[in-house]
Structure formats: structure tokens, C-alpha cells
């Protein structure tokens, strides 16, 4: 089955430049790799990537200076990274963000056979370099994938539930739906996009020429409907598949929809920041709180005495506590009788000792 869909994948989705147009060279004096022909720049890094279905892709990293977001770019299906490079650079310097771009397996340098699963892995192998290598966060990242290259950046972002955002440009519904208007999802089409946008839970934009002749613009549209979190998107008159970079509104509205989902990311930070401050002293009222917890246990029966049974039962109490009251009644009583008791008792007493005394004071005058 597997093979089936690699195979339909690799007839009507693939087509790497034949040959590449560019080639991978060392450095001799820095043992750097270079993109040839291209000119070293400092801010560029080449990088070979071992991909977990064991082919190694070629990728690319731009640096720009205290850039808060990366795009991690998956481009389309008939283009490499030496025809992606200058566009790479421009996107970089003017969007303000650093960039990760890539080859599939079996494009450009990169080793292997183009296919759905392989893209997959490729992608995933650009994403952990971002990680691993330049620690970046996936709240960092804004993935962005062209045409066929909507397949796995949206595979991806279903994973990546804590994700900035998300570009699609010219992107498809599915791999079949590209050439017939099918109604339903089969076993083996690719890149199933309008099964998975419906789970992808950062903002969205989409770009789509409305003239397209490869990916009718009704692909773009449709995703867009099956949003979670819908951005403006960009319907561009007249644009074809392969040009849209070209209009002056691509550039315009990619830099506010980039400026947009920074602001929102960097408000959510300091509202999390904020709470973080107010739970720290709040945990100092811990064993109020459980003082409150214990109140609420014992007020909780006052508030349902409108229950039958509960009015019962507080007679029954009622009637305990009466019961219990008039018999420490008879007890202070009791208490108060002996205590007049006493009194009495002492007060014959001191009559006696004092008959007592006059009678001696009588026997002494007797006997003198």
C-alpha cells in the first residue's frame, strides 16, 4: 500500500531540477560548506542533515541580527535551493527573521528518492536542527510551505501544538485532488492537507493567485474555510503558481502578517510573565486557602436547607441541642441550691462556735 502511494507521489509530484543547480563545495582554508556558485556570506550556513528514514538532505540557515521569529520554508515541487537561495535572502532581510530553508531527499544534493514519507522526514530533520543546533523554540517558528511543500509543513504543524504560525502559498487540498475534483479522501492519495488544517491551532495565511494553471485557486479557498484560526488572506488577481513573489502586496501583507502573530506572541509572554508574579506571593496564602476549603465544607450543607431532608435534620440537631440545653439548665440549678446549701451550712456553723464560746467563757467564770 505504502508503495502504491510513493509511486503515484513520485509521477505527477516530484520533479528536482535535472541536474541541480548548484553544487556543494568545502571550504579549503575554513572547512566550511559552500553553496556553489554562490558567494560565502557570514550570516549563511550550509548544513548536511541525517533524515530518520536514513537519506541526508542539504539545508540552508539565515541569520538575522536579534530576529524574534525563524521561517522554516519547504519549497515547491520543481525548484532546488540554488534557485531558492537569492529569494531566501531577500525574505530574511526584509521580513526581519531568520530562515531555515531545505531540500527534499532526492533534490538538489540531497540523498535519496522523493517521496510523501520522505518529505515528512526531511522536514523533521530541518525542525530538530532548529532545535538542537541554534535553540529555537517552537513558539519561535513560522512554518512555510509552497505548493506541494504544504504537504509536510502542515504535517508538521498538527505536531506542534505550541507553534507561532503558519504560511501556505499555493498550497493543495491533497495530492489527487490536484487532478480530479474528488468528493472524498482515498487510502492512497497524498498530502491529505484537508484532513489536517482542521487541527492546526496557530494563525493561518494563505496565498493564492486567482489565475493559478497548476493549483486552482479554489484549493487555497477551501483550506482557508477549514481554518481554526483564520488570518486575512491574500487572493492575488491575476497571479499565476510560480509568481506571486513577484507582486508588490506579497511582500506588504507577509510582513504584517509577520509583525501581527510577534505582537500577539510577545502580549501572551508578558500576560504569562504578569501570572507568574501574582502566583508566587498567592502561594503564601496556602494555609488560609486550606482554612477556607475546611469553612466551605461546613458551610456547604447551610446552603442547601431548602432539601426536605436537609430541614430534618437540622430539626432533629435542633431538638438535640434543646434537649441538650435545658438539662445544662437543671444542672446549674442543682449547682446553684448546693451553693445556697453551703451558705447555709457555714452560717450554722459560726452560731455553734460561737454558742460554743459563750458557754466556755460561763464555765471559766463559774469556776474562778
Known sequence: ????????????AFFPPNPPSYKLVTDEVTGLLLLSPFPHRENVEILKLPTRRGTEIVAMYIRYPMATSTILYSHGNAADLGQMYDLFIQLSIHLRVNLMGYDYSGYGQSTGKPSE???YADIEAAYKCLEESYGTKPEDVILYGQSVGSGPSLDLAVKLPQLRAIVLHSPILSGLRVMYPVKRTYWFDIYKNIDKIPHVNCPVLIIHGTSDEVVDCSHGKQLWELCKEKYEPLWLKGGKHCNL?????????????INSVEKFQSQRYSFRMSTDQFEQPRKSTDILEVSRK????????????DRPEKLKNLT???DKLEKLRVSFDHVERSRRSVDCYEKSRKSVDLQLEK??????????????
Open 117 to 119: 514519507q520522505n518529505t
Open 316 to 318: 432533629n440537631n435542633a
Open 245 to 257: 513573489e513577484l507582486y508588490p502586496e506579497y511582500i506588504r501583507h507577509l510582513k504584517k502578517f
Open 294 to 305: 475546611s469553612t466551605d465544607r461546613r458551610e456547604k450543607p447551610r446552603k442547601s436547607t
Open 1 to 12: 500500500m505504502g508503495g502504491v502511494t510513493s509511486s503515484m507521489a513520485a509521477k505527477f
Open 355 to 368: 454558742a460554743r464560746k459563750s458557754v466556755d467563757r460561763l464555765d471559766r467564770i463559774r469556776t474562778g
